[in-house]
């Protein structure tokens, strides 16, 4: 998916950055389980690892949770 379509979904979904958490992942299903399967989790799949890194650093500066990290070759984007 592209980096705005991602963007806007999320920004469409969270009203409050300071409590959501953002994270960027090479197997989502293994990052869900390590964050305790949070209830409230979205993913998306972004075109490349370059756009889902910059996704994520665009929402840490607005305040969002999280740290600038993902595995090998990140492009799995999740909040929760």
């Keep these: ?3 705005k ?3 806007d979904e999320i920004k469409n979904k969270v009203t409050t ?6 994270g960027i992942t090479d197997d989502l ?3 869900k389980g390590e964050h305790d399967n949070p209830e409230h989790w979205r993913s998306w799949i972004a075109d490349s690892e370059d756009d889902a ?8 500066d607005k305040g969002m949770k999280g740290d600038i990290g993902g595995g ?8 929760f």
């Excluded at 890194?53 to 840490?60: A, C, H, Q, V």
Aim: hydrophobic content about 35%; aromatic content about 16%.
């Design 1 to 3: 998916m592209d980096k």
């Design 72 to 79: 090998i070759s990140p492009n799995k984007v999740y909040i």
């Design 53 to 60: 890194r910059s996704i994520e650093k665009y929402f840490l």
């Design 17 to 22: 950055y300071s409590s959501w958490q953002i």
């Design 29 to 31: 299903q293994r990052r």
């Design 5 to 7: 379509t991602i963007i």
